[in-house]
T-cell receptor, first 116, second 113 residues
């Protein structure tokens, strides 16, 4: 079984300050981990993914995430927030077991607000 | 290249009526997935097609939901009869294979009144 917990439902930062969105997961197998973003009236867009290569993963728009197996965490960070980063972010896990890559399990989402 | 498209973008129906949602995946993608987000809850997996076959339908909530993918191209998700608790956003995604990136559509917002 797999599950994802996003520790904050809402995060508010000022433009130009760092962003930290927290995610913890549980998985029975070696997981693949993803972060997706959804801007208003848009579909879910993949930001980055971890699939057992480097533990520090760089994504689009300056975002990155670090896989920490000992802490079962996959937190998303960005050094400097832009207004355009305001959106809802989803941490997602997929077991690479029998059903590898098929079913995605989503966290509850974190809505990021960026203040000018 | 066109992405995953879903129709309609919004639908408001009365309890007891029937609604059919459509998803057109990216051309050539054999894998098609349906997900749903009920208000205030997580996005949940509904089912997975590989071409026209249902690979996994463990997330389908009950027999009021029927998904089809005739010819392995577009897919439909029919809700009959709709209940109030079916309200939410229904997402479709497609991918070229297991473990590859899943591309999502914009979703269909279904409201049952």
């Amino acid at each position: 079984a797999q599950s994802v917990t996003q520790l904050d439902s809402h995060v508010s930062v000022s433009e130009g300050t760092p962003v930290l969105l927290r995610c913890n997961y549980s998985s029975s197998y070696s997981p693949s981990l993803f972060w997706y973003v959804q801007h208003p009236n848009k579909g879910l867009q993949l930001l980055l993914k971890y699939t057992s290569a480097a533990t520090l993963v760089k994504g689009i728009n300056g975002f990155e995430a670090e896989f920490k197996k000992s802490e079962t965490s996959f937190h998303l960070t960005k050094p400097s927030a832009h207004m355009s980063d305001a959106a809802e972010y989803f941490c997602v896990v997929s077991d690479r077991g029998r059903n590898a890559g098929n079913m995605l399990t989503f966290g509850g989402g974190t809505r990021l607000m960026v203040k000018p | 290249e066109a992405g995953v498209t879903q129709f309609p973008s919004h639908s408001v129906i009365e309890k007891g009526q029937t609604v059919t949602l459509r998803c057109d995946p990216i051309s050539g993608h054999d894998n098609l997935y349906w997900y749903r987000r009920v208000m205030g809850k997580e996005i949940k997996f509904l089912l997975h097609f590989v071409k026209e076959s249902k690979q996994d339908e463990s997330g389908m909530p009950n027999n009021r939901f029927l998904a089809e993918r005739t010819g392995g191209t577009y897919s439909t998700l029919k809700v009959q009869p709709a209940e109030l608790e079916d309200s939410g956003v229904y997402f479709c995604a497609s991918s070229s294979g297991p473990g590859t990136e899943a591309f999502f559509g914009q979703g269909t917002r279904l409201t049952v009144v």
